[in-house]
């Protein structure tokens, strides 16, 4: 499925390939919560990091988010977390130890995207107290990471969109 995406001033505008296009986990990690979750969590989305294009470039900027959990020293996420530095807003992850993947905020995205048969609330164990987690028919509730992919969930559930013919080799996303 093709997507088209933007910040919310217009400054950055992007679009790519995406085989995996239903937002269907909210993550509810202290990372995702701080930098991307006003509902307190953030929603991506899996593509194809060779289709990635970047309109606007000059003004994205990206950091690595600490990883911090109890009992353990904090540590530096090596994904790339790319944001508008004019408004602030999440744009999407990338991560070298999946080069091929970029992985787009449904927020920033401005192409109608599926509605989730089922909606995996992960990472509850770091969720914070004044969220209000949905739970029942249609929400699977994790306290740390699905065992299952973003792709294999996809799979599962018969909602991998085809993907079109590319050449292969960027190891890097544009703005990266």
């Known amino acids: 499925m093709h997507l088209e995406g933007s910040c919310h001033c217009g400054a950055v505008k992007f679009s790519l390939q995406s085989d995996s296009p239903v937002p269907f986990m909210h993550c509810h990690c202290s990372i995702c919560r701080k ?7 953030a ?6 990091a060779a289709s990635m294009k970047v309109r606007g470039s000059r003004n994205v900027t990206r950091f690595h988010a600490l990883i911090r959990e109890p009992g353990r020293r904090s540590r530096r996420s090596p994904a790339w977390r790319h944001f508008c530095r004019k408004c602030g807003s999440p744009l ?3 991560d070298p130890r999946w080069p091929e993947l970029i992985h787009p905020h449904a927020s920033a995205i401005d192409t109608p995207l599926p509605r989730p048969p089922q909606v995996v609330e992960a990472a509850l164990a770091y969720a914070a107290d004044w969220v209000e987690v949905p739970i029942g028919k249609g929400h699977v509730l994790v306290d ?4 299952e992919s973003l792709r294999d969930w996809h799979q599962r559930h018969g909602l991998l969109s ?4 590319r050449p ?8 990266a």
Do not use: V
Not at 43 to 48: A, E, Y
Not at 162 to 165: A, C
């Open 168 to 175: 292969r080799g960027r190891k890097r996303p544009p703005a």
């Open 162 to 165: 085809p993907q079109p013919e």
């Open 144 to 147: 740390h990471w699905p065992h």
């Open 35 to 41: 930098t991307a979750g006003a509902g307190g969590y």
């Open 92 to 94: 999407w992850l990338w």
């Open 43 to 48: 929603i991506n989305l899996g593509g194809d």
